[in-house]
Every structure is written in structure tokens, then in C-alpha cells.
């Protein structure tokens, strides 16, 4: 099964030739950080366009785990995301396939197709204007953008959502390094058939996998991560050979063997720690989510910040810097947990048995107390 799914809606074209649009904010990139601030400006009572260079509304990916904080802001913004509730986080060690401790949620933890995520918030760009098959490739003087044709568009104010590779981020911040934080990653989809309601953590020796189903729970999300010297490769994700997925992981237990045999499409990419950039505004151009401050998938909050991100600038649009002192402390602090997490799956020798003696302790007098130390992630309200 194909590891992506494509959603298209019925837009207008873009032409080329129409004068430019006197819209109070004007935002590239229409995935989910895009697409949730749009729907939060027009709910601000500002006039948006969303520019994006694909010829139709698409998401390649998978799944995503949506946590209580962000669940607040698609409530909020009126959304109802089609999901499964997910009813704890099981750590398990891989080889052995034992299991560690099973951490309880409470609710607003949810298990989200990253499609029907993104076709949710389209449907609510009640008067956006979406301009397609624009592809903007650099970003002149305060907020002018070039197009790949030449065509120059000014923008009164302009939200960077389009990425690491956008040229929102390529504006503010060109010259911000990024480290190969030594991990590449797989993503897959299979079909399984009852998977448990949950986010399941196969923890191991340079080596860890998290699934967790989807939809009706007949399709599995994998993303497994594996310890690595280098990356070569050119692209930012490329197909791999699923045999190179199932030789990673063949000293895990059998169950993961079987199910990693039934994968027939995959993607591999190197995972780079960017950190957060050290500013994320330049003129009238102000960075969200993956563009000003990329995350690592070890915590599942970047599809959560990024909606923490849109809300918050929605309501300080024209004082970016106040939005920067807004959010800058606590997405460091996340970014910094991530790392911490992955650190921590890849366990070996003795600390790895220490460590699972104390998950093995914690999971039979008090489950919950691990993710306990994450409220001030999770309890948080960004509405508020």
C-alpha cells in the first residue's frame, strides 16, 4: 500500500496575469500550518490569499498524532478532524517485544490521516483566496514576491509557512545552518486489521519504531528510525527498498518482522536538526511552523505547534515581534524534549536496563506519572 494519500478540492486556477491582490495578509504554503492560520486570520476579520505552488490542495504523508494543545486550536477554529481517539502510549522493547510501561491518555489525544486533516481545514477557507500552481522562488525588499515566471506580487503582510525549503525561510534566515542529527527515518502504510487504540513505541539498540492506526484502524502508520553516519542522499525524501526497512529491524521481535513484511512501499529520509531560527521575522515576512522552527518527530508535537503557531500570530499579525516573545520559550523547550526522547529510545548495555527496570517500576505502581512531566506541553491552551 502506497504511503500517501492525495486530496484535491475544487479551486479556480490561478492566472498569471490578474492584478495583485489587495488582501491584509497573504500566506505561503498551504499545509497545515498555512491553511490553519488562514482560517484563523479570516476568523481575525482579515482578508487572506494562500499562494501555493502545487497545481491542486495534495498531502503526501501518513499519520499524526494531534495532542490535547493543538486539538484546542482546530476546536477553536470550528474544525472537527475525523480520527481515532488514541487511549495511551505503550512503550515496548523491540528485540524482546515485552512490553515496558503503558502510559494512559485522557482526552484530546488523537490519531489523524495527515489528509484528512488538511482536507478538514480547506473546507473552512470560507472567503480565502487560493492561488495555485504559483510557485514564488525568492522574496524581495519588505514583502515583494518573484515568481518562477518573472511576475512580482506585493504583500501587505506576509506569513512563511512553506517549509524549510521554502523561500519564506530562504528570506529571513539564509544563511541558518542544519546539523544530520546521525538518524534517517521510514515512513510506511499497511493494513492491519483491530490494531489497539494507541501509539506504540518499539524501543531499541540505535534503533526505535512508533505505529499507531488510522482511520477506521485497518491501516497501520509506521515511522521507524535508525542510527546512521551519514546522509548522501540529494532529496529530502526518497523511496527506499523495504528490504532495507526489514533488515534494520530483523533483531526485533516476530510480530514486527511479519508486519514489516507486508510493507510494499516506503520513504526514507535524513532527519536534520535545524533548531529554532534566531529570528523569524524580516520585514513584513513572519515564519510559522516548520519554517522558523523545524521538529524533530520524537515528541509528535510539529503538526501541534505549528496550529499553536497559527493561532498565535493570527492575533498579533501586525506586532510579530510581541508573537516571537510569545512563542520562542516554549518551542525551544519542546525541541529540546524531542531530542531527549530520541536519545533515550536507543538505549544500550546497562543504562538501557536500568532504564527499563524504572519504566517496568513506574508502569506497576503509577502509569501515569511519566507523561505527567509533559503538562506544561500538553496542558497548555493556546486559545487562552
Not at 504559483?134 to 509557512?161: C, H, K, P, W, Y
Request: charged share 20%; with cysteine; aromatic share 6%.
Amino acid at each position: 500500500m502506497a504511503a500517501s494519500t492525495q486530496i484535491s478540492l475544487a479551486v479556480p486556477s490561478w492566472s498569471r496575469h490578474i492584478c495583485a491582490m489587495d488582501a491584509d495578509v497573504t500566506i505561503l504554503g498551504a499545509g497545515i500550518a498555512g491553511l490553519a492560520a488562514a482560517v484563523a486570520c479570516t476568523r481575525a476579520s482579515r482578508s487572506v490569499e494562500v499562494i501555493e505552488q502545487a497545481p491542486a490542495l495534495t498531502e503526501v504523508g501518513a499519520g499524526l498524532q494531534i495532542a490535547p494543545n493543538g486539538m484546542r486550536v482546530l476546536r477553536a477554529l470550528g474544525i472537527e478532524v475525523p480520527g481515532i481517539d488514541s487511549q495511551a502510549v505503550h512503550l515496548i522493547d523491540g528485540p524482546s517485544g515485552r512490553s515496558l510501561v503503558r502510559m494512559p491518555l485522557g482526552p484530546g489525544f488523537r490519531l489523524v490521516h495527515r489528509a484528512d486533516l488538511i482536507e478538514a481545514l480547506a473546507r473552512k477557507l470560507d472567503g480565502v483566496t487560493l492561488t495555485l500552481r504559483a510557485q514564488v522562488t525568492q522574496i524581495e525588499g519588505d514583502a515583494d514576491l518573484v515568481f518562477d515566471d518573472g511576475t512580482r506580487r506585493s504583500a501587505r503582510r506576509l506569513i512563511g509557512a512553506d517549509g524549510v525549503r521554502g523561500a519564506s525561510r530562504g528570506f529571513v534566515a539564509p544563511d541558518h545552518p542544519q546539523r544530520f542529527t546521525g538518524q534517517v527515518a521510514w515512513r510506511a502504510l499497511v493494513p492491519v486489521d483491530g490494531w489497539p487504540p494507541e501509539a506504540q513505541v518499539h524501543v531499541g539498540p540505535g534503533r526505535h519504531m512508533v505505529l499507531y492506526p488510522l482511520r477506521d484502524g485497518r491501516l497501520l502508520n509506521i515511522v521507524a528510525v535508525e542510527e546512521r553516519s551519514a546522509w548522501t542522499a540529494a532529496g529530502w525524501s526518497q523511496t527506499d527498498d523495504p528490504s532495507n526497512l526489514r533488515r534494520a529491524f530483523d533483531g526485533y521481535a516476530a510480530p514486527i518482522r511479519e508486519l514489516l513484511s507486508r510493507v510494499e512501499t516506503v520513504n526514507l529520509w535524513g532527519l536534520m536538526d535545524h533548531g529554532a531560527l534566531p529570528r523569524w521575522t524580516r520585514g513584513a515576512c513572519t515564519l510559522i511552523g516548520d519554517a522558523a522552527h523545524p521538529t524533530l518527530p520524537f515528541l509528535a508535537q510539529g503538526a501541534n505547534l505549528a496550529l499553536e503557531d497559527a493561532w498565535a500570530l493570527a492575533r498579533m499579525v501586525e506586532d510579530p515581534a510581541a508573537y516571537e516573545r510569545a512563542r520562542r520559550d516554549r518551542v525551544t523547550r519542546a525541541l529540546a524534549a524531542a531530542a531527549g526522547n530520541a536519545r533515550s529510545y536507543h538505549l544500550t548495555g546497562v543504562p538501557k536496563m536500568a532504564a527499563h527496570a524504572v519504566l517496568r517500576a513506574v508502569g506497576r505502581v503509577s502509569p501515569g506519572a511519566l507523561l505527567r512531566r509533559y503538562d506544561w506541553l500538553y496542558g497548555f491552551d493556546p486559545t487562552a
